[in-house]
């Protein structure tokens, strides 16, 4: 596709609930990331996922996170049992992923997935 | 990753040119420069990059002093639709660095 695009563009869910966030990178960039960005806050990083390598998973802030990535293409993410706190705008961008000149690094942003828990 | 320092907001005529300053005193000599913004609720969105020399595109220039502590995002006609915050983010090149951290930025707010 022409961008990076997300859904759902908003998801109202009940404390306690599970919720999956879905990522559509841009067609042929191997690289893949999720934000989040609370309310007045900067974007904080969860999870990169590149090619087939393993992916870093060092900003998930706890094991109720988890996400996955089919090859090169979609990605979701997942957050089990929901919290108050995780009321966010969970924010994915994709790169070509190969280095060189930054062009390469390049992230591109979807509009964003505004997740209210109640 | 260097830290930036950026002007907590700025006001701009529609129309003119809106300058944007941050400075990067520490970045190191293999660092680019990126500058991203976000329109109220939307995702943060590319505007350029550079490591050394000016940079041009459709949106702005980037000018980067030849000491590299410091660089100027110009829009050059700027409208109502720039309002925005605008980041300023030193990335390092190559594995092991590829995800931005985003500071507190400069709210642009374009003034009719």
């Known amino acids: 596709g022409a961008g990076v695009s997300q859904s759902p563009s908003n998801k109202v869910t009940e404390k306690g609930k599970d919720v999956e966030l879905r990522c559509d990178p841009i067609?042929?960039?191997?690289?893949l990331y999720w934000y989040r960005q609370r309310l007045g806050q900067g974007l904080e990083f969860l999870i990169y996922f590149q090619g087939n390598s393993a992916p870093d998973k060092s900003g998930l802030p706890s094991d109720r996170f988890s996400a996955e990535r089919t090859g090169e293409s979609v990605s979701t993410l997942t957050i089990q049992r929901t919290q108050q706190e995780d009321s966010a705008v969970y924010l994915c961008?994709?790169?070509?992923?190969?280095?060189?000149?930054?062009?390469?690094?390049?992230?591109?942003f979807g509009p964003g997935t505004r997740l209210l828990v109640l | 990753d260097a830290k930036t320092t950026q002007p907590t907001s700025m006001d701009c005529a529609e129309g003119r040119a809106a300058n944007l300053p941050c400075n990067h005193s520490?970045?190191?000599?293999?660092?680019?420069v990126y500058w991203y913004r976000q329109i109220h609720s939307q995702g943060p969105q590319y505007i350029i990059h550079?490591?050394?020399n000016n940079e041009t595109n459709e949106m702005a220039s980037l000018i980067i002093t030849e000491d590299r502590k410091s660089s100027t995002l110009i829009l050059p006609h700027a409208t109502l639709r720039d309002t925005a915050v605008y980041y300023c983010i030193v990335r390092t090149s190559g594995a092991g660095s590829y995800q931005l951290t985003f500071g507190k930025g400069t709210k642009l707010s374009v003034i009719p």
């Open positions: 520490t970045i190191s000599g293999n660092e680019y």
């Open positions: 550079g490591l050394k």
């Open positions: 961008a994709s790169s070509l992923g190969t280095s060189g000149r930054g062009r390469g690094e390049t992230q591109y």
């Open positions: 067609s042929g960039h191997t690289a």
